[in-house]
C-alpha cells in the first residue's frame, strides 16, 4: 500500500499526450501494474463539469485570476476522489495535464507568486513523480490540432493567438528547468513509436527499477 507513483504529461496544443498517456499505460499493465489513465481539466463528475465551463466558453470571458481558480478546484476534486485514493492503494495514476498546465497557461498573466500560492493550496505534497513534457514548434502543434478537430469548433484556448501558443514553449521549458528532478523534456516531432520507447526506458529506470 502507499507505493503508487503519479507521472503527468504536459506541453502545448497537439504534442500528442493522449495517445502516449494511452501508450505508457498499455505498458504498465502489460507488467501485471494496476495503472489508470486520467486527464484535466476533467477526471471526476465534478471536473468534467468545470471542464465543459473553462472550455467551451461562457457568456463572457473569466479573468485570469477566477480562470486559474477553476482549473484549480476542478484538480481539488480530482485529487481528492480519484488521484490520491488511487496512489494511496499501490496504483500508476498517468495525467493529461496536471498543475503545469496552471502555470504555464494561466501563469503568464498571473505571474509566479500567485501561480506558487494557489499551487501549494490545491495540489500540496501531491506534486507528480515524474512528468514529461511533449515539445514541439507551437506552429507544428496547431497544425496538428486543426487535423485532429476536423470541422469541430475549437475551444478556449486553441483560438489564442501564435505569440500566446509560442509563449506556452518557453514556459515549459522554464518548468523543466526549474525542476530537473522531476521534468523531462521529450522531442515530440519523432515517431510516436520512438517517442513511447523514450518514455518507457525513463519510467523502467527511474520508476520500475529503482522501487523493484
Ligand atoms: P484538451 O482538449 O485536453 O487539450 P489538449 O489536447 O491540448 O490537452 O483541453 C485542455 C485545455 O485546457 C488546453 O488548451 C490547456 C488548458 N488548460 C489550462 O489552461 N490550464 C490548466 O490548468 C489545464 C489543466 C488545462
Not at 80 to 101: E, M, N, T
Not at 158 to 172: K, P, Q
Amino acid at each position: 500500500m502507499g507505493a503508487g507513483r503519479f507521472i503527468t504529461f504536459e506541453g502545448g496544443e497537439g504534442a500528442g499526450k493522449s495517445t502516449q498517456v494511452a501508450r505508457l499505460v498499455e505498458r504498465l499493465r502489460a507488467q501485471g501494474i494496476e495503472a489508470l489513465s486520467t486527464r484535466e481539466p476533467g477526471g471526476t463528475p465534478n471536473a468534467e463539469a468545470l471542464r465543459k465551463v473553462l472550455l467551451e466558453g461562457l457568456q463572457e470571458p473569466l479573468s485570469p485570476a477566477s480562470e486559474a481558480m477553476i482549473f484549480s478546484a476542478a484538480r481539488i476534486d480530482h485529487l481528492d476522489k480519484l488521484i490520491r485514493p488511487a496512489l494511496a492503494r499501490g496504483a500508476y495514476v498517468v495525467c493529461d495535464r496536471f498543475a503545469d498546465s496552471t502555470r504555464a497557461y494561466q501563469g503568464g498573466t498571473l505571474g509566479t507568486a500567485f501561480i506558487d500560492g494557489l499551487e501549494a493550496l490545491t495540489v500540496g505534497a501531491t506534486m507528480p513523480d515524474l512528468t514529461f513534457i511533449l515539445d514541439l514548434p507551437a506552429e507544428d502543434g496547431l497544425k496538428r490540432a486543426d487535423l485532429r478537430r476536423g470541422s469541430g469548433k475549437v475551444d478556449r484556448f486553441e483560438s489564442e493567438t501564435i505569440e500566446f501558443h509560442r509563449g506556452l514553449r518557453t514556459a515549459f521549458a522554464e518548468i523543466a528547468k526549474n525542476n530537473p528532478q522531476r521534468c523531462i523534456v521529450v522531442d515530440a516531432t519523432r515517431h510516436i513509436d520512438t517517442i513511447a520507447d523514450d518514455i518507457w526506458r525513463v519510467v523502467e529506470t527511474r520508476l520500475l527499477k529503482a522501487h523493484s
